[in-house]
């Protein structure tokens, strides 16, 4: 029976790409790709000459329903985004949700997610945690970092570099002193780093370097100091 797979990508480095990943890739009718033009470039490295359609955020609401269709119709597709599992961050849920309503059978292979390994290099709490995606560039914003604050869960998120160190202040004025976090950017790339401290020494040091890169935040949760 024909399925819908999703294929996670790297994140940075095409050698952490699996060998089950290029074989679904070599093996699906159709590759469903967010962004054509870099699916194209790790198609090529691994010599995968299965045929591309684009499927990203601006054109998913008009085309899941006919992709469904298609795999009904006994078509193998296999979805990708840029970099990383798709659903996370990407395109992708809204096609898995249809798939799962119309009895489409629905697999994801286990792949690289930039969340996991700065979660797990950052030093921080891994027991217990939370995921937030991007953050709300304006409206809900403010809102979103207090949340944030006071979640006593290691909490991870996604941001640009260009909003990094605005972020960083607004998080040293609303958590308690000493709050730690970690900062991991251009995971699995050349110049991966993980930049560890308190808010505090993590605004200073991003003020002298300027972050540049794919950037995750990791979050030390919110201490309760009630004794029972």
Request: aromatic fraction near 6%; include cysteine.
């Amino acid at each position: 029976m024909a399925k819908l797979t999703l294929v996670p990508t790297p994140i940075g480095n095409l050698e952490d790409m699996t060998f089950r990943a290029v074989r679904i890739l070599n093996e699906a009718d159709t590759i469903l790709a967010e962004d054509t033009r870099t699916t194209k470039i790790l198609l090529k490295h691994y010599k995968i000459e299965t045929k591309l359609q684009s499927h990203h955020k601006f054109n998913e609401h008009r085309t899941v329903e006919g992709i469904v269709e298609r795999i009904k119709g006994g078509e193998n597709i296999a979805l990708v985004s840029d970099a990383g599992t798709p659903g996370i961050s990407d395109p992708g849920f809204l096609l898995v949700r249809e798939c799962v309503k119309q009895d489409v059978e629905v697999e994801c292979l286990p792949g690289a997610t930039a969340f996991v390994p700065a979660l797990v290099a950052s030093g921080l709490p891994d027991d217990r945690f939370c995921f937030e995606g991007f953050l709300p560039q304006k409206k809900g914003r403010n809102t979103r970092l207090a949340e944030i604050a006071a979640e006593q869960r290691t909490c991870i998120f996604y941001e640009s570099p260009f909003r990094l160190l605005k972020t960083l202040m607004q998080l040293a004025e609303i958590c308690e002193p000493g709050r730690n976090a970690a900062v991991a950017r251009e995971i699995s790339k050349k110049f991966e780093e993980t930049v560890r401290g308190t808010l505090n020494e993590l605004v200073r040091h991003f003020r002298i370097f300027p972050p540049r890169g794919e950037i995750v935040v990791v979050l030390d949760g919110k201490k309760n100091n009630i004794k029972l």
